[in-house]
């Protein structure tokens, strides 16, 4: 028939869908989908949690990394695909080390800190790297961005580029992700963007960034990003 089937699952996880169903000729059949992978609508990450399977569920049993937390919603083979409906990661109070690549947030993931004050939730490039790449839709709140690095300047979002020295956007038509009440201090753009690059930034305070010449050519401070009742000095 044209009728959808729908279900619920009470647990996040990899799932084998299987149909049971009768044909016009009341001969019964079994019809195996495939497998889905089922996210959570909200993930937990502690600097004091452990990455570890069947964790970060709850606040009081987190995950240890934003990269672990992340993680979790993709399905096998499936990575660059949108989260349905929407994940948001909660970090507790705390400074966060990228020890590797940037954060990639995915389309309606939201990355948001502990509390209304930016400065109790630290995300810190450790000097080296930007920290997150967003594709449309995505979100970070109440964080600090500090010390963020690009190091290039050939395209947009890879790591280690050179345009948006803490957010930048995964392409051009990802402009839209938006970046609200974060401090931004002491990052660093080869070529465009200290702070950051295209994305929407609102009640946010930028501090000692810097966008720096390359063999591309002149240092180029319009980002192309819109701040909205924003401070501080790019």
């Known amino acids: 028939t044209k009728d959808q089937i729908t279900h619920s699952y ?36 502690a600097t004091s949690g452990v990455d570890a399977e069947g964790r970060g569920l709850t606040a009081a049993d987190p995950f240890r990394t934003i990269r672990y ?16 409906g929407g994940v948001t990661i909660h970090l507790a109070a705390g400074t966060y080390v990228l020890d590797s690549k940037q954060i990639l947030l995915r389309e309606s993931v939201s990355l948001v800190g502990a509390t209304d004050d930016p400065a109790d939730t630290v ?13 449309p839709g995505a979100k970070i709140q109440g964080v600090t ?16 580029e050179g345009f948006g020295g ?11 992700y938006v970046v609200s009440n974060c401090v931004v201090e002491g990052c660093v753009s080869t070529y465009s963007g200290g702070a950051g690059y295209l994305g929407v930034w609102r009640d946010c305070i930028i ?8 063999d591309r050519g002149p240092k180029n401070p319009d ?11 790019v």
């Not at 009470?10 to 996210?39: D, L, M, P, R």
């Not at 961005?145 to 280690?160: E, F, M, Q, Y």
């Not at 990003?225 to 401070?231: E, I, L, V």
């Open 69 to 84: 937390a992340l993680r979790q919603l993709d399905a096998p083979g499936k990575q660059d695909e949108p989260v349905v």
């Open 223 to 233: 980002s192309g990003t819109k701040f909205r009742g924003c401070g501080g000095a």
């Open 123 to 135: 995300i810190d490039g450790n000097g080296a790297r930007r920290a997150a790449c967003c594709y």
């Open 166 to 176: 803490a957010v930048c956007a995964q392409s051009l038509l990802a402009r839209d």
């Open 10 to 45: 009470a647990k996040a996880g990899n799932y084998v869908v299987t149909i049971f169903g009768t044909t016009t000729t009341k001969t019964s059949e079994t019809f195996e989908v495939g497998q889905i992978h089922v996210a959570a609508h909200d993930y937990f990450v």
């Open 145 to 160: 961005l500090r010390n963020c690095k690009t190091i290039a300047s050939s395209s947009l979002c890879p790591d280690g």
């Open 207 to 214: 501090r000692n960034c810097q966008v720096l010449a390359t």
